[in-house]
C-alpha cells in the first residue's frame, strides 16, 4: 500500500510533489521517490526511508520542472531497496511510473518482455507497467492508445500515474483510489485529497477503470474502451487539510487528546442518516457487523451492547475470513460495516460478498470520500477528523459514540449525556504523569497481558493491539475466565498483566483473577474506578454508566501505549512495517 501524486501545471513541481507525499506519508512509508520531466528529459531520485530523511539526505524537491510524480512505498513485492522504490523508468528511461496495488500477472508479463530484451532492475511487479507502456507507445507513438493497450494487459488492482519525456501524464485506475484535483493553473492526480488540498478543494474522485489523459492543465477522462466518460466536479471540505500536528509532539498524541471533542462531535453530520440506519437495524432479518483490527473490535463491542441493551441479536465478522465462509451471510439482511479510511480491502471485499447476496449495507466511515461510502445505501460519519497516526485512536472512539447514538435511538430507556461522558474523559487525560511513570517500567518488559470480561474483553483486545503497534511488546487479550484454561501457565514475576476492571457485573470475578495472578508474582495494572491492594499500578478511570467504560479504559491504554514507546525509542506515529489504510487484501 502505497501513496502515488502526479502534478502538471504552472510551477516548479518538485517541492509540491514532496509536500503531498509528506502529507500522505500515512498511506505507507518505507521509501520514497520523485521524477520530474524538464526539456524533454526525465530526472528521478529516489531512497529509503521517510519522506523528509531522504529529501534532506538527496533533496527531492530540487528536481526541475514543471510536471512531475512521486511516491511513498510500503513494500509488498520485495524488499525495502532503493532499486524497490518508485518510481520506475522504463529502459529507455523516456517513461517513469508510479503505483499503488498490485499486478497479478507481473510474471508471466515479466517473462514475456524479458524475452523481447526488456530487463528490470527491481523485484517489484510495478516495474512491469513502465516497459509495458515502452513498448505499446513505440508500437502506438500515442498517449492514449499506449495507456488503453496497457490496461487491457494487466490484471489487479491499481492506480497509477505514467509520465512521459514529452511532459504528458497520464494515469488509470482499477479497484485502488485516484482523485484529481483540479487548480486554477494546474492539476493533480493522487491517491488522497491529501495530496493537493493545500491547493485546490476542487476534485473529480475518478471511477473504476476509468483513464486520464493530461496535457498541461487540459484533461480527457476515458473509459477503458477509450470512450469519453461523464464526471463529477465537487468540492471536498477544506477540513481535510487540517493536518498539523499543532504543540503535539506526535500526531499519536494530538488524536488521543482530541476525543472529548471526538465524543461531541462523532455523528453529528448524520443524524438523519442514523434514522434511517436505526430503522434497517429494527427489521432486520440478520445483522452482520465486520471490520478489521481496531474497527472489528469495535464490532464485537457492538454485538454485546446491541444484545444487552435492546435485545438485538448481531454476528461480527473479522472481514478478511469472510471469503472463506461466506455462507455465514444469510440473503436480504444487513451487514454494518466500519472502516476509519474506508478503504480496506478486506473490509471492501466482505462489502461485495454482501451485497451479492442483496443485504443493505450501512457504513460507519470516517473519510466519506472513501470507497467503502460509495459501496454502501446508509452512511454515518465518523466526523472526527483527518487520523494520521497509523494507530487507530481517536476514530475507535468515534465508532463507539456512534454506536452508542444507534442504542440510544433503539432504546426507550437509555439516555447518554454525551457532555458530561466528554468531560470526564478530560480527566483522564489532563493529567498523564501516573500513565508516564509506568510506561518506564514496561521499557524493558516483554510479555503483557490483558485481562477483560464482558464488554471489557474486547477492550483486552484492543489494548494489546495498541501495546504491540506503538511499542513491539509482545501483547494478548485474555477473556478473564480463561486464565485458567491455560494462559496462569505464563504468570510468574517477569510479565506484567493489565486488568480491565471497571465497576460493573464484571468486576468480583476479574478481582479473584487478579487474585490469581498476583499469587504467581506478576505484575498488575488495574484499571478501574475502584482502588485494590491487588494493583500495583492503579490508573484511575470515572464511576460511569456500564455501556461507557469501554471508551474511558481504552483511552489510558492509548497513552500507556504512546509513552511506552516514547521510553522504547520508538516511532509513535509511524510503526514499523504497517500503513494505515491497507488497501490490498
Ligand atoms: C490498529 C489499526 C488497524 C486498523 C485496520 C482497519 O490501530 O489502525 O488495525 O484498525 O487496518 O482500518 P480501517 O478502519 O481503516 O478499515
Redesign the pocket.
Known amino acids: 500500500m502505497c501513496s502515488i501524486i502526479g502534478y502538471s501545471g504552472n510551477e516548479v513541481a518538485a517541492p509540491i510533489i514532496v509536500k503531498g507525499l509528506k502529507r500522505m506519508e500515512y498511506r505507507g512509508y518505507d521509501s520514497v521517490g520523485v521524477a520530474t520531466e524538464s526539456n524533454n528529459q526525465i530526472e528521478l531520485k529516489k531512497g529509503i526511508g521517510k519522506v523528509n530523511e531522504v529529501n534532506s539526505k538527496i533533496q527531492l524537491d530540487t528536481l526541475p520542472g514543471k510536471t512531475g510524480i512521486g511516491h511513498t512505498r510500503w513494500a509488498t513485492h520485495g524488499k525495502v531497496t532503493e532499486f524497490n522504490a518508485h518510481p520506475h523508468p522504463s529502459n529507455s528511461g523516456k517513461i517513469a511510473i508510479v503505483h499503488n496495488g498490485i499486478i497479478e500477472n507481473f510474471e508471466e508479463l515479466k517473462k514475456q518482455l524479458e524475452n523481447e530484451g526488456y530487463n528490470f532492475k527491481s523485484e517489484t511487479d510495478s516495474e512491469i507497467i513502465a516497459n509495458l507502456l515502452q513498448k505499446n507507445y513505440e508500437s502506438t507513438k500515442n498517449v492514449k492508445e499506449t495507456i488503453l493497450k496497457t490496461v487491457s494487459e494487466i490484471k489487479g488492482d491499481y492506480a497509477f500515474v505514467a509520465m512521459f519525456e514529452n511532459g504528458q501524464l497520464a494515469a488509470a485506475r482499477f479497484h485502488e483510489p485516484l482523485i484529481v484535483g483540479i487548480g486554477q493553473e494546474n492539476v493533480f492526480l493522487s491517491s488522497d485529497v491529501l495530496g493537493f488540498i493545500e491547493y485546490t478543494d476542487n476534485v473529480i474522485y475518478m471511477k473504476n477503470r476509468n483513464i486520464i489523459i493530461l496535457d498541461k492543465k487540459d484533461f480527457q477522462i476515458l473509459d477503458f474502451n477509450g470512450k469519453n466518460t461523464e464526471y463529477e466536479i465537487t468540492k471536498v471540505s477544506k477540513e481535510f487539510g487540517d493536518v498539523y500536528k499543532g504543540d503535539y509532539a506526535h500526531f499519536t498524541l494530538k488524536e488521543i487528546y482530541e476525543q472529548p471533542d471526538v465524543i461531541l462531535k462523532s455523528g453529528e453530520k448524520t443524524i438523519g442518516d442514523i434514522e434511517k440506519a436505526v430503522d434497517y437495524i429494527k427489521n432486520a432479518k440478520n445483522i452482520y457487523i465486520t471490520?478489521?483490527?481496531?474497527?472489528y473490535n469495535s464490532a464485537l463491542i457492538a454485538k454485546q451492547i446491541l444484545s444487552k441493551y435492546v435485545k438485538i441479536k448481531s454476528e461480527p465478522i473479522i472481514s478478511s475470513e469472510l471469503q472463506f465462509s461466506p455462507e455465514i451471510i444469510e440473503r436480504d439482511s444487513v451487514l454494518i460495516a466500519?472502516?476509519?479510511?474506508?478503504?480496506?480491502a478486506d473490509?471492501l471485499e466482505a462489502v461485495r460478498i454482501a451485497k451479492k447476496l442483496n443485504c443493505k449495507i450501512i457504513s460507519i466511515v470516517n473519510l466519506l470520500t472513501s470507497s467503502l461510502v460509495r459501496k454502501s445505501d446508509i452512511t454515518l460519519g465518523m466526523n472526527c477528523g483527518p487520523e494520521i497516526g497509523?494507530?487507530?485512536t481517536k476514530?475507535f472512539t468515534a465508532q463507539l459514540t456512534i454506536l452508542y447514538k444507534i442504542v440510544q435511538k433503539l432504546s426507550n430507556n437509555i439516555t447518554i449525556d454525551f457532555e458530561k461522558f466528554a468531560e470526564s474523559i478530560l480527566k483522564i487525560i489532563e493529567n498523564p504523569v501516573k500513565i508516564q511513570k509506568i510506561a518506564k517500567e514496561l521499557k524493558n518488559v516483554s510479555d503483557i497481558y490483558i485481562l477483560g470480561r464482558g464488554i471489557n474483553y474486547p477492550i483486552a483486545i484492543e489494548s494489546a493491539?495498541?501495546l504491540k503497534?506503538l511499542t513491539y511488546i509482545h501483547a494478548e487479550g485474555i477473556p478473564g475466565g480463561e486464565l485458567k484454561h491455560g494462559p496462569l501457565a505464563l504468570m510468574d514475576s517477569n510479565v506484567f498483566v493489565i486488568i480491565i476492571n471497571p465497576n460493573d457485573s464484571t468486576y468480583a470475578d476479574t478481582l479473584t483473577s487478579a487474585r490469581e495472578i498476583k499469587a504467581r508474582g506478576a505484575k498488575i495494572i488495574g484499571v478501574s474506578d475502584i482502588e485494590s491492594d491487588l494493583y500495583d499500578y492503579w490508573i484511575e478511570i470515572p464511576k460511569i454508566k456500564e455501556i461507557l467504560y469501554p471508551i474511558s479504559e481504552i483511552i489510558p491504554i492509548q497513552l500507556l501505549s504512546y509513552y511506552s514507546a516514547l521510553e522504547k525509542d520508538t516511532d509513535p506515529d509511524y510503526p514499523r512495517n504497517l500503513a494505515?489504510?491497507?488497501t490490498v487484501k
Not at 471490520?291 to 474497527?295: I, L
Not at 466500519?338 to 480496506?344: R, T, V
Open positions: 471490520g478489521s483490527g481496531t474497527s466500519i472502516s476509519q479510511s474506508g478503504e480496506s473490509v497509523v494507530a487507530a476514530s493491539l495498541k503497534e494505515k489504510s491497507v
